[in-house]
């Protein structure tokens, strides 16, 4: 009698970033997707893992050390500030952003500022040669004796090489170009990031090493490469910036050590990056009368509050349909406070071209603005200068309310810190935190009660000097 042979599992397919199968092989994921994450899984059964003698054994909590875990500042004040107040022996920071943005620039600098406090440093370069990282460094002050360049793609090689030199700090310029012979594939795809990205994070755990990931990003801009690449990290941080402004924002997406709302602002120039603590003149343009069609806000970047400048103009239009252009500003509030200006204050705005801007190259997306974009409108079309001394904050709502916006109580401290003196907020503003001294805050509760308002703060300046004049 024939004995029946086992019946033969199907193959499987897995997506390497969510884990999502099916019966069948799919260019895309039929569920994050993500184009060319799915391979075989084959049918094979997991095998059960047995268990082995512990050679270190649970100790309490409370024993253990932690002094081998504090945070090393790195000589960059508004980088430590992002990171939670420095690097953590055996931690992996991913810095992520476009290129061009000052990456490399940036973690060079560190890497130098390290290596002259006395830290072993090795910078590890996949995607410019050392002539070219060296001639950066020359560029921007980063040469150290303590710094040590390598210009490696091979994964094994740079194993190697923290092996020899026993670093404190390892940079590596980017983990998308390095690539292991292990591993099938060529740099860059989901299985050789997550096998390199595991070997580091192996050895800085290993070995109490600080590591600095270089991540690239798609079109979208998010990070590229698995997703598990940014859950195996312990800080992921985000640089921000407009390629045609100096200014750069490095934010924390992720911060197992410290808060993810603080920001860190560097000025970006040939001479190098270099942080800056106090930013808000940067988005202030250097004006030194009032003009029409300009007003103040203060915005939140995390926690941190950013005096900006906000500028509108209106102009008639000869077009059938006129213009709108945004520049820093989001185009569909920009859109709604148009309406609500035509509808709610009777602006005859809707058939005139309409350019609005901030100043510096900053991005104001937050609806606290929409207040002073709703002055500046309205400065421009009666061409009426605001007072220099004046900002602006709330949330405007499409029935023509003035909203209260989060965290009042920093914005009226920033604006008065900067000579500020008078401040449009909206009605209730005063509960939320107290008046700062030398400032005066003004409550409205409408977009026409504010243009009112804005319009006899402008009057009040302008009437001493026409008195003088006439006398």
Not at 172 to 199: C, L, Y
Not at 392 to 400: F, K, N, S, T
Request: charged share 20%; hydrophobic share 45%; with cysteine.
């Amino acid at each position: 009698m024939a004995t029946k042979s086992p019946t033969r599992r199907s193959a499987r397919f897995r997506c390497a970033e969510c884990g999502w199968t099916t019966a069948k092989w799919v260019g895309r994921c039929g569920q994050c997707q993500v184009w060319g994450s799915v391979s075989e899984a084959g049918a094979a059964s997991v095998p059960r893992t047995a268990p082995v003698s512990v050679v270190s054994p649970a100790v309490p909590i409370a024993d253990i050390d932690v002094r081998t875990a504090a945070a090393r500042p790195t000589g960059v004040p508004e980088f430590d500030r992002v990171l939670g107040g420095g690097l953590v022996p055996g931690g992996v920071v991913l810095v992520a952003g476009e290129p061009g943005v000052g990456k490399s620039t940036l973690l060079l600098d560190v890497a130098a500022r390290a290596a002259r406090q006395g830290a072993a440093t090795l910078y590890v370069s996949g995607e410019e040669s050392a002539p070219q990282v060296r001639a950066r460094a020359g560029r921007i002050d980063a040469l150290a004796d303590s710094l040590y360049l390598a210009a490696e793609t091979d994964l094994a090689t740079v194993l190697g090489h923290i092996e020899a030199s026993a670093p404190q700090l390892l940079v590596v310029d980017s983990v998308q170009t390095i690539a292991s012979s292990e591993v099938e594939g060529q740099a860059g795809n989901v299985s050789q990031v997550r096998e390199v990205a595991v070997s580091l994070i192996r050895a800085a755990k290993e070995r109490g090493i600080s590591v600095l990931l270089v991540g690239h990003v798609t079109k979208d801009g998010s990070i590229a490469g698995p997703r598990v690449l940014e859950h195996l990290v312990d800080v992921v941080v985000q640089f921000e910036g407009d390629r045609h402004s100096r200014l750069r924002l490095v934010r924390a997406v992720k911060n197992r050590f410290g808060p993810t709302d603080e920001v860190g602002c560097f000025d970006l120039s040939e001479a190098g990056i270099v942080g800056l603590a106090d930013p808000s003149g940067l988005f202030l343009s250097d004006r030194h009368h009032a003009v029409a069609g300009t007003c103040v806000t203060v915005t939140l970047e995390g926690r941190r509050p950013l005096v900006t400048e906000i500028q509108a103009l209106v102009a008639p239009s000869t077009l059938p349909s006129p213009r709108r252009t945004s520049s820093g500003l989001d185009a569909s509030r920009l859109a709604m406070v148009i309406a609500v200006l035509d509808k709610r204050a009777g602006a005859p705005i809707g058939s005139h071209d309409i350019f609005a801007a901030t100043v510096g190259g900053a991005r104001v997306t937050e609806p606290a603005a929409d207040l002073a974009l709703v002055c500046a409108l309205a400065s421009s079309v009666l061409d009426l200068p605001l007072p220099v001394d004046a900002i602006a904050l709330g949330e405007v709502g499409l029935a023509g309310e003035v909203r209260r916006a989060t965290g009042i109580g920093r914005r009226l401290g920033e604006a008065a810190r900067l000579g500020f003196r008078h401040a449009v907020v909206p009605t209730g503003s005063r509960v939320d935190a107290p008046v700062p001294d030398g400032l005066e805050v003004i409550e409205v509760a409408s977009v026409a009660e504010a243009i009112e308002t804005m319009r006899r703060l402008a009057m009040r300046r302008t009437a001493p000097a026409t008195t003088r004049d006439t006398a």
